[in-house]
């Protein structure tokens, strides 16, 4: 009788698998700006789904869990980068104000200033913004993925779109940023 329950339980996360492995792969994306990394952190996720699942799969919002799951990945993998340059500025002289971000693909301009814009929102502001805007989620359960109040995700996202704003330009209007931000989610993983 057990190998049925694991077999339910292998065929229920393998669905899952399936039905939300591009969407946190977006996710982690749009959260760290870096498309190589974005399929390993998605898979590190459900790879630590996997070994929860029967708490998982009891959880009133699965899929949210695992958006939880992600940002929290990406929250660890940006404190790192950010730990390794701050190690590197140490040994060597800057050169230059830029850090050479470029995107991948043929991108929109409007889309590769969006994202470059992003990676300089500081975590939690862009994780509202790209889990309200481009995954066009709502406030509650945007506070239930990165495990905060719907005030806070409201101020948050409030503010990254101001900031947002302000790093696009002043002639960019806050609908402008939120559609870019949405074109981002429609154009997938660049």
């Known amino acids: 009788m057990g190998t049925v329950v694991d077999d339910a339980a292998a065929a229920e996360f393998r669905a899952f698998f399936e039905a939300h492995y591009a969407e946190l792969a977006r996710l982690a994306h749009l959260l760290t700006g870096e498309a190589d990394a974005a399929d390993d952190l998605a898979a590190d996720a459900l790879m630590a789904l996997w070994h929860r699942w029967d708490r998982v799969r009891g959880a ?13 990945l990406a929250r660890t993998r940006i404190r790192s980068a950010v730990r390794e340059r701050r190690r590197i500025a140490l040994f060597w002289a800057p050169r230059g104000a830029g850090d050479g971000g470029a995107a991948d ?13 992003l990676r300089r929102l500081p975590f939690r502001k862009r994780a509202c913004v790209v889990l309200r805007h481009a995954f066009d989620l709502s406030e509650r359960d945007t506070a239930l993925v990165l495990g905060v109040s719907v005030g806070t995700v409201k101020s948050q996202t409030s503010r990254g779109v101001a900031e947002l704003q302000r790093l696009l330009g002043p002639e960019t209007p806050a609908a402008q940023v939120q559609v870019a931000a949405a074109g981002q989610r429609a154009g997938g993983r660049q």
């Open 60 to 72: 009133d919002h699965p899929a949210a869990y695992a958006r939880g799951v992600v940002a929290n």
């Open 105 to 117: 693909g043929p991108d929109v301009s409007a889309v590769v200033d969006v994202q470059e814009a």
